[in-house]
T-cell receptor, first 114, second 114 residues
Framework: AQKVTQAQTEISVVEKEDVTLDCVYE???????LFWYKQPPSGELVFLIR??????QNEISGRYSWNFQKSTSSFNFTITASQVVDSAVYFC???????????FGTGTRLQVFP | AAGVIQSPRHLIKEKRETATLKCYPI?????VYWYQQGPGQDPQFLIS???????DKGSIPDRFSAQQFSDYHSELNMSSLELGDSALYFC?????????????FGPGTRLTVT
């Protein structure tokens, strides 16, 4: 079975703190895709990153970085020097090869206080 | 850059009525996806279309139907509406080749059934 677990339901930090959002996935497939999406209070879903199962290279984009480890089936997301605008629900998602369906985790609500 | 357009943004219907949601994908995107997100929940995949043909199917009720037209826009038709259909409905689109695996979401249509 395919499953995505985001154990952290809610995280609160103060501005400028670093924060890591955890994502653990389950799949027996050898080829799959992992994603992070951001859902701000306005409600839209914003694509942040895609990582292929055969590419374990970590990625950094500005204050965002992602750590993909197949050995632990984890795809964690770190925000450095958090800002109030980072306040949102963050979803991790899994997509199997040759399917269209995104399997989302239950999301982590991040609140950044000034 | 152009994004996915969904209309209407808000819709209020009564039980047993019908509703039609429209989605206009990003230009040159050939695949459209529909998701349903209940209050406080993660998005659930309903159905997808590639080149006007149904591509994949998720947990879409029999009361719902969808199609993709020759200009690639898509419509989700919902009949015999129930209170439990109240949700945020997202349309997403993706393009050809490697971009196919990245789904870009529209702002959503918030459906309220009373």
């Amino acid at each position: 079975a395919q499953k995505v677990t985001q154990a952290q339901t809610e995280i609160s930090v103060v501005e400028k703190e670093d924060v890591t959002l955890d994502c653990v996935y389950e799949t027996r497939d050898t080829t799959y895709y992992l994603f992070w999406y951001k859902q701000p209070p306005s409600g839209e879903l914003v694509f942040l990153i895609r990582r292929n199962s055969f590419d374990e290279q970590n990625e950094i984009s500005g204050r965002y970085s992602w750590n993909f480890q197949k050995s632990t089936s984890s795809f964690n997301f770190t925000i450095t020097a958090s800002q109030v605008v980072d306040s949102a629900v963050y979803f991790c998602a899994l997509r199997r090869y040759n399917t269209d369906k995104l399997i989302f985790g239950t999301g982590t609500r991040l609140q950044v206080f000034p | 850059a152009a994004g996915v357009i969904q209309s209407p943004r808000h819709l209020i219907k009564e039980k047993r009525e019908t509703a039609t949601l429209k989605c206009y994908p990003i230009p040159r995107h050939d695949t459209v996806y529909w998701y349903q997100q209940g209050p406080g929940q993660d998005p659930q995949f309903l159905i997808s279309f590639y080149e006007k043909m149904q591509s994949d199917k998720g947990s879409i009720p029999d009361r719902f139907s969808a199609q993709q037209f020759s200009d690639y826009h898509s419509e989700l038709n919902m009949s015999s509406l129930e209170l439990g259909d109240s949700a945020l409905y997202f349309c997403a689109s993706s393009g050809p080749s490697s971009d196919h695996y990245e789904q870009y979401f529209g702002p959503g249509t918030r459906l309220t059934v009373t």
